[in-house]
């Protein structure tokens, strides 16, 4: 009988509207931690109807186990959130704007424990590149702890770098800057205390040498923080409690959008000073 009332409506919309007729389909997903073990909680799926976000019904069929029987097949992109207690949601890109296809084969949504910390890495070059590099791209020259000091034979001039590193020397005169995009973080759902931009610098035997954190958002650039520390290797921490555009606590789409680097000026007509390490810090506790 229900089949037949189907082939009877299907041929009814054929008539009229010359198009098959589009049912919706029913989907279980599961919430889950990392492990895959299924979470107490709660799941939405949301399909997208002229601009907006409305979420579809559902019903917990077992712990962890959601099944949404009337998710629409045109109406992308979709959207996966969920909450449990104790764990949050990373809200990670490739969930908010999925394609039916993309969530017909979603299976697993994942919820992660609260971190106290994350460190992101560069990624990719950014608007400025005006620093010598010891290779090409420049972001991977400032990837890694990798470079080394040689002091000069018999004393004459002033050592040399080997390994990957951004530089200034004398020339061109003035400051320089880089600036590098960065990894998109895992955890930033969280509420971001500070941002703390990393830098390793160093100075030949010619001591003289200034380098600052740059930081990039909304546009605007802000440079923060001097070389600490004893030794060849001193760091720049350029700490940000909160955006310093907006004046309040940063937002994951503004850590995903920042760039961030260093500048460097050299004084006088020799040496050089390099940076080999930037990363990036976010606190969440």
Not at 20 to 41: F, K, R, T, W, Y
Not at 155 to 178: I, T
Request: with cysteine; hydrophobic share 35%; proline share 8%.
């Amino acid at each position: 009988m229900g089949r037949q009332l189907f082939i009877s409506k299907e041929m009814h919309s054929l008539e009229t509207t010359q198009k098959q007729l589009v049912l919706p389909h029913e989907l279980c997903i599961m919430l889950v931690d990392e492990n895959l073990s299924p979470l107490a909680g709660e799941l939405w799926l949301y399909c997208t109807v002229s601009g907006e976000w409305f979420h579809e019904p559902k019903d917990e069929i077992w712990t962890g186990n959601w099944l949404f029987s009337r998710v629409p097949p045109d109406y992308p992109p979709y959207r996966i959130y969920g909450e449990a207690e104790g764990y949050f949601d990373p809200m990670l890109p490739e969930h908010q704007a999925m394609s039916f296809d993309e969530i017909r084969g979603y299976h697993y949504h994942k919820l992660k424990l609260p971190v106290d910390s994350e460190t992101i890495r560069p990624n990719g070059d950014g608007d400025t590149l005006a620093l010598l590099s010891s290779g090409e791209p420049h972001w991977q020259m400032v990837l890694d702890e990798d470079t080394i000091f040689i002091p000069p034979v018999g004393g004459v001039g002033f050592g040399r770098f080997e390994g990957n590193y951004v530089f200034k020397s004398w020339y061109p005169w003035g400051e320089r800057a880089d600036l590098y995009t960065f990894e998109n973080p895992s955890y930033a759902a969280q509420y971001i205390y500070r941002l703390i931009i990393h830098c390793r610098i160093a100075r030949d035997d010619y001591p003289y040498g200034e380098a600052r954190a740059i930081l990039k958002t909304h546009g605007q650039t802000y440079y923060r923080g001097e070389p600490e520390g004893p030794g060849r290797w001193p760091w720049i921490h350029a700490e940000f409690t909160t955006n310093p555009y907006t004046n309040q606590p940063w937002t994951r789409e503004e850590v995903q959008s920042l760039q961030a680097g260093v500048a460097m000026d050299k004084v006088g007509s020799f040496g050089v000073i390099v940076c080999d390490q930037i990363f990036i810090e976010l606190r969440y506790t």
